[in-house]
Every structure is written in C-alpha cells, then in structure tokens.
C-alpha cells in the first residue's frame, strides 16, 4: 500500500474511532487541552501575509478545541518554511501541543533533492490549509516593468527569503521556461520585509501567492495603483484580473504544461496547518475537526473579510492526493521542474 493510501486510510480509521469512542477520546482531549498552551509556529515573520492568517485563525481554533486551550502564536523563520517544518518533524513534542503553519512549498522541498528539508512529507500530519491561491508578480510603481513583454526587454529585481521559497523558486521558474530577465535577490527574513523593500526601491518587486497578503497588509496598493500585475503565475486567468495573462497561456506543448503544474502544486494550499509524526491519530482526528469547524465558523469568516485575507477549506485528504500527486509525476517532469526552479545544486 503507498503512502498515501496508507495516510488515507489511517485518517479514515482515526476518525471511525473517534466517532466509534467519541466520549472517550473527546473527555481525554478536553482534559489534555484544558488550562494549557497549544503553541503555532508559523514559518515567517510578524507582520506578513501569514502572520496575518495564524493571529486571525488562532482564537477561532481555541474555541473548537475542546478544553479551549490558549493558542500562542510564535515566529520560526527561514529557508522558506524548512528551519520551521524540520523543528515540527524532529524537535516538537509529539502530543498535539505544538503545530506549524508553514510555507505551502515544503512539502516538494524533499522532491527536488533540497538538502536541508530534513522531514518525509508523507510521515507528517497535515491537519489543513489555509486557502488555494493565485500566485502574481507584482512591481512596483517607479518600476519600468508595467506588462507582461517588460520581463524580457527591462530589469526587474525581484526580493526573496531564499532557496525553497515562492519568492525564490517562482522567478527562476518562469525564466528557464519562458526566458524572462528576472533577478532573485535573497536574503530577506519574510515576504513582509521584501514589500517594505519595494517601497524602499531596494527591489522592483515579488513573486509568489501574495493577493491576501497586499490586500490585507497594503490595502492601498491595488486601488491606488502603486503596484502593477505584469503575469499571473498559474495556468489560468484569475477573474480578479481578467487583462492580465496567465503563464499557462503560453505553454507550448503538454510537457511543459506538466512542468508548470508541478511547479505550481504548492498554490493549491497555502498557508500549511501540520502537527508532527507520532501524534496519536485520535488527537490528530480532534485537530483536524477542531481546523474544519474554526474554518467555517462565521466569525472567522466575518474576520478574514474585514481584514482582507481570502480562505477556503483545503482538508487534509486533498493535501495528501496533492503531495501523492507530485511525488508520482515522471521522473523528466521532476527534473525539469528541478531545473527550471534553479534547484539543480541542492541534492
């Protein structure tokens, strides 16, 4: 049975017990959680596009856990969301009192031979996502880069947090296949600090899922124009900017196509929720329930409107199909994904 199969299962079963023992199960997580701290770390620093979604989601998640334990939300930056995920897999206590929120490329991070992501995607528990997004390259204002055929005739320096990373692999991806003029400059502890770096003019802009992020920690950027939207980074057009292209547009042929899928999977869950291996899968099954009723509770949706942030349920059965789903791609795929994401140095 594969991985995935087995995780599939596993989940299926954990919540048949649950159900089967729900008293049980329910008074001896109430008795854990009671009176005590769940800690989230989240893989950015404060004051960024995650930030913003674990400080919203927090009390909502308290109140669906039973014994409504106090949620602490601590920062765990660096390399993309690895330093985070392996301090989650190695280090974290294995009982459920600790989780992350995490960058929604690291679950690939193993796939492309990254040296320092020191986890099996598949061996953790993935209690959920946070939304499915729409990745863009923004540019700033005084930027020369307005549209889409300004990425092969101008500059455009682009801030990022380093190797596994959107901000990083996104743009390297984009020039392998299409053959853009997009420098990468690393070093920057989150997302938040490369668009403070923007209104520097230290850089012309970012790559990666970020609409939430703008429109909740730069409400003005779009309306008052001092960001333009010169590709979107997905296979097709967002309504939300109907004139601007998709990268799938210019796919020419099936393989890359397949490259580009592959490269975007992490779209599909931003915003990781996971917990360590060897959590008691009954704690994992009340983690998981706990994530979907604070996800659709009307407060948090009534929060996440006010402050901008867009979610959508992404539950635990689609993360494991996603992360299966690249895992199982040919092996030509995965190394020119590799390739076209500047990856070939990290095995």
């Known amino acids: 049975m594969s991985k995935a199969l087995q995780h599939l299962f596993a989940g299926t ?12 199960h329910a008074s001896s997580d109430e008795e854990f959680y009671s009176g005590s701290a769940l800690t989230i770390f989240q893989s950015a620093g404060p004051g960024g596009t995650y930030a913003a979604y674990a400080i919203a989601f927090a009390p909502y998640l308290e109140n669906h856990l039973p014994g409504n334990p ?7 930056p660096g390399a993309g969301g690895i330093r985070a995920t392996n ?3 190695s280090n974290a206590p294995k009982d459920g009192s600790v989780l992350g929120l995490v960058h929604s490329s690291v679950p690939f991070a193993p796939l492309y031979g990254i040296s320092a992501a020191r986890f099996d995607p598949m061996e953790l528990n993935w209690i959920g996502a946070m939304n499915a997004q729409t990745g863009i390259c923004v540019a700033w204002h005084e930027s ?6 300004d990425l092969f005739t101008k500059e455009f320096f682009v801030g990022s947090t380093g190797a596994g990373s959107q901000m990083e692999i996104l743009p390297h991806m984009i020039n392998e296949l299409f053959g853009t003029n997009i420098t990468v400059i ?24 970020m609409i939430s992020g703008i429109n909740s920690t ?14 979107q980074i997905g296979l097709d057009r967002n309504p939300l900017f109907p004139d601007v292209p998709a990268l799938g547009e210019f796919a020419e042929d099936q393989h890359t196509r397949d490259v580009l899928e592959l490269t975007l999977s992490p779209m599909n869950m931003f915003g990781l929720i996971v917990a360590p291996p060897g959590v008691p899968d009954e704690r994992i099954a009340t983690l998981r329930a706990a994530y979907h009723d604070a996800m659709n509770d009307p407060g948090f949706i009534a929060d996440a409107a006010r402050i901008k942030i867009e ?12 992360i299966s789903r690249a895992y199982a791609m040919p092996r030509d795929v995965v190394s020119s994904a590799r390739e076209a994401m500047n990856l070939t140095g990290s095995r």
């Open 218 to 231: 730069r409400p003005n950027w779009f309306p008052d124009k001092l960001v333009s939207v010169p590709i």
């Open 70 to 76: 106090t949620i602490v939300v601590d920062y765990m």
């Open 13 to 24: 079963m954990a919540v048949s017990l649950a159900i089967l023992s729900g008293t049980v």
């Open 311 to 322: 979610i959508s349920e992404v539950d635990s059965d689609h993360l494991y199909q996603q």
């Open 144 to 149: 020369d880069v307005k549209v889409w055929d």
């Open 87 to 89: 301090f989650i897999n």
């Open 186 to 209: 690393p070093g920057y502890t989150g997302g938040n600090d490369v668009f403070i770096a923007m209104e520097r003019g230290e850089v012309d802009g970012r790559c990666g899922g």
